[in-house]
């Protein structure tokens, strides 16, 4: 542990680690609360796993056709807003069963992702880097684009946090009260497609969606207040994050599953203690 903090010292790429692991942790606390009250996770889960199609999409165009804007994270963003438009509008107006259209794209998107990455000549860029995340190659550019989406994202939570709980705990009695629920609900997906985004960076695309929600769910079982269980989840999240980047860095482990499996042991150690 002493050489982690030795090198975190003197090593930028450990600092914009950590830098990213903290900014990611605010929308971490913030719409995992919201996706874990909802009980949306699966919805959150199909969300992520498109992602690899917009990247996939987004580094072909640029090698093939010279589109020098389309970066991989551009793509993943607009990959992921609009499975969260798609998926919102299925889940709302489809009567098939959501969760056999979820997995279809669930499964479309990853697909998609792979054959674009197949047919991109000279591909460099590992798969297992989008896959399962990479946070120690993260850039100033990659902690620019990680803070902008940050406020964003708190920006909009703060401005109708009030409409997301109402949507959150009683979807009916809010409509009655006026709330156009079905605009806020796309929003809320819209939020959680943005998180997604700024979490690949971090655990990767396949882990994602236990990052999105471990956390919060932790926090749920000793809050009964959202705004205190966003602040309890975010910290949490920066906690993990600080702790995998430690104590994966001297036996060289993988960062991103580091982190994940120190969520999962903080949530089992969590279900031992009821809330008061």
Same mark, same amino acid.
Request: hydrophobic letters at 60%; a positive charge; charged letters at 10%.
């Given at each position: 542990?002493?050489?982690?903090?030795?090198?975190?010292?003197?090593?930028?790429?450990?600092?914009?680690?950590?830098?990213?692991?903290?900014?990611?942790?605010?929308?971490?606390?913030?719409?995992?609360?919201?996706?874990?009250?909802?009980?949306?996770?699966?919805?959150?889960?199909?969300?992520?796993?498109?992602?690899?199609?917009?990247?996939?999409?987004?580094?072909?165009?640029?090698?093939?056709?010279?589109?020098?804007?389309?970066?991989?994270?551009?793509?993943?963003?607009?990959?992921?807003?609009?499975?969260?438009?798609?998926?919102?509008?299925?889940?709302?107006?489809?009567?098939?069963?959501?969760?056999?259209?979820?997995?279809?794209?669930?499964?479309?998107?990853?697909?998609?992702?792979?054959?674009?990455?197949?047919?991109?000549?000279?591909?460099?860029?590992?798969? =297992? @880097?989008?896959?399962? !995340?990479?946070?120690? #190659?993260? %850039?100033?550019?990659? /902690?620019? $684009?990680?803070?902008?989406? &940050? *406020?964003?994202?708190?920006?909009?939570?703060?401005?109708?946090?009030?409409?997301?709980?109402?949507?959150?705990?009683?979807?009916?009695?809010?409509?009655?009260?006026?709330?156009?629920?079905?605009?806020?609900?796309?929003?809320?997906?819209?939020?959680?497609?943005?998180?997604?985004?700024?979490?690949?960076?971090?655990?990767?695309?396949?882990?994602?969606?236990?990052?999105?929600?471990?956390?919060?769910?932790?926090?749920?079982?000793?809050?009964?207040?959202?705004?205190?269980? =966003? @602040?309890?989840?975010? !910290?949490?999240?920066? #906690?993990? %994050?600080?702790?995998? /980047?430690? $104590?994966?860095?001297?036996? &060289? *482990?993988?960062?991103?599953?580091?982190?994940?499996?120190?969520?999962?042991?903080?949530?089992?150690?969590?279900?031992?203690?009821?809330?008061?």
């Amino acid at each position: 542990m002493t050489e982690f903090f030795q090198a975190l010292l003197q090593h930028s790429f450990l600092q914009h680690a950590l830098l990213a692991g903290l900014l990611v942790s605010i929308s971490c606390g913030i719409v995992g609360t919201y996706v874990v009250t909802r009980r949306i996770t699966y919805l959150a889960g199909g969300i992520a796993h498109c992602v690899l199609g917009g990247m996939g999409f987004a580094r072909y165009m640029q090698v093939v056709h010279d589109w020098a804007f389309m970066t991989p994270m551009l793509g993943a963003m607009l990959a992921a807003l609009l499975a969260a438009l798609v998926i919102g509008w299925v889940n709302i107006k489809a009567r098939e069963r959501i969760d056999t259209v979820i997995s279809a794209f669930w499964g479309l998107g990853m697909a998609i992702g792979i054959l674009f990455i197949a047919k991109t000549p000279g591909y460099g860029e590992d798969l =297992m @880097a989008y896959l399962f !995340g990479n946070i120690l #190659l993260v %850039t100033q550019r990659d /902690l620019l $684009v990680i803070g902008l989406l &940050d *406020l964003v994202i708190i920006a909009t939570a703060l401005l109708f946090h009030k409409q997301f709980v109402a949507v959150c705990f009683d979807e009916e009695f809010a409509r009655l009260r006026g709330i156009n629920t079905r605009l806020f609900y796309f929003l809320m997906l819209a939020l959680v497609a943005l998180s997604v985004v700024l979490m690949v960076s971090v655990v990767g695309i396949v882990m994602v969606i236990v990052m999105l929600t471990l956390p919060a769910a932790i926090a749920g079982r000793f809050c009964l207040r959202m705004g205190s269980m =966003m @602040a309890l989840a975010a !910290g949490l999240c920066a #906690l993990l %994050t600080f702790g995998g /980047l430690a $104590v994966s860095y001297q036996p &060289d *482990l993988p960062a991103g599953a580091t982190i994940i499996v120190l969520s999962g042991i903080a949530y089992l150690l969590s279900l031992l203690f009821k809330r008061s």
